[in-house]
């Protein structure tokens, strides 16, 4: 009998596992050690088990194991030196798994299944509802609610947060025309969406003005979650938007925005104390002092200031006193895809819990 031609040898998953913590991790999930090259572990496969044994992978191995391990297909025999050969093109699980691990935001864009929740905003000193802010939704295939920092989180692994951004947008004004009220709009920004394309601000504007919206009730939130990129344009751009008559908010200061970042540069019409700040401030001296400076600072700027996070009593009536203008969170108002409309019982509400 003849022996078996390379291109009759079935399919094999090549892996070079990161250390031998993931080598048997591999091995629980059916891969073999190759015995003459023992730091390589592989499996034979066909074209219809790829999905699934990545899939497999990528819910098994952290994300540094499938970053630091490599991967090849082949037909070659294990023992033929060509093998080794083809592996020097070996590329990191990640290229794959997380395009798997992803599948469902990548459905998510092309489909455009997005949909929104609002928060309100509060005035402390009256209780009254001034705003709401729209806050990015989805469901998974199981009809479970996707929050926002899955989706964010997604978008940057598969560096499309500009995409999602844009579709995000668009999808946001398109949901508040169909409100139909002339409420305030806080809407969520990339700064490094709009560098990369700036025209996508364009189409907005002419969104809002085609929808027969008002620039002057939606507030642009520029919230950083990634590196920022460098780009002398940007100062610009938020003028565009000002002078269209868009309102300009800062979120997460003294999160993952420096103080000096966007305040000084910007100068936005609001900044947005982060919750990690704001978190038990009633009982923490040194938040009290940070925020106490920060509202002075920002009061003497004429910006106005939001205290994001609040939950309970104790840290609303501390913020309210210090003369803070604005206020969210759970203890106040969750997330609903209606408005809420009725003030806030400022001065008896439960102690809350994110959900």
Excluded at 69 to 78: G, I, M, Y
Excluded at 84 to 108: D, G, N, Y
Excluded at 152 to 158: L, M, V
């Amino acid at each position: 009998m003849s022996p078996i031609t390379p291109h009759l040898e079935r399919q094999k998953l090549i892996i070079q596992p990161q250390d031998l913590e993931t080598s048997d991790q591999l091995c629980s999930l059916g891969f073999t050690k190759i015995p003459s090259l023992p730091q390589l572990v592989y499996q034979e496969i066909n074209h219809t088990q790829l999905a699934e044994i990545f899939g497999e992978i990528s819910k098994t191995l952290p994300e540094t194991s499938q970053d630091n391990s490599r991967f090849l297909l082949t037909r070659l025999p294990l023992e033929d030196r060509g093998m080794l050969v083809e592996f020097l093109q070996a590329k990191p699980l990640s290229t794959i798994t997380m395009s798997v691990r992803h599948a469902w935001f990548l459905r998510l864009l092309l489909q455009q299944q997005l949909f929104f929740k609002y928060q309100p905003i509060f005035e402390l000193k009256s209780g009254k509802i001034i705003a709401h802010e729209c806050l990015a939704r989805a469901t998974n295939e199981k009809g479970q609610v996707i929050r926002g920092k899955e989706l964010i989180d997604a978008a940057i692994s598969t560096k499309l947060t500009c995409e999602f951004d844009e579709l995000a947008r668009s999808i946001c004004l398109e949901s508040i025309a169909a409100l139909q009220t002339e409420d305030t709009f806080f809407i969520n920004i990339l700064p490094n969406a709009i560098i990369r394309n700036p025209e996508s601000i364009e189409f907005n504007y002419q969104q809002v003005l085609d929808l027969g919206l008002r620039p002057e009730n939606i507030v642009f939130e520029l919230t950083e979650v990634e590196v920022l990129a460098s780009c002398p344009n940007l100062p610009g751009i938020i003028k565009r938007l000002r002078d269209w008559g868009f309102g300009i908010a800062v979120d997460d200061l003294c999160g993952c925005v420096s103080v000096d970042h966007y305040v000084m540069e910007f100068r936005p019409d609001l900044v947005k104390l982060d919750r990690r700040l704001i978190d038990g401030c009633s009982q923490h001296p040194l938040k009290q002092t940070i925020i106490k400076s920060l509202l002075h600072s920002a009061h003497e700027e004429g910006i106005l200031v939001l205290a994001e996070g609040l939950e309970n009593q104790a840290d609303i009536s501390f913020c309210r006193d210090l003369g803070v203008d604005y206020a969210q969170g759970f203890g106040l108002g969750r997330p609903e895809k209606t408005l809420k409309k009725e003030p806030a019982p400022l001065w008896d509400f439960p102690l809350s819990k994110a959900s």
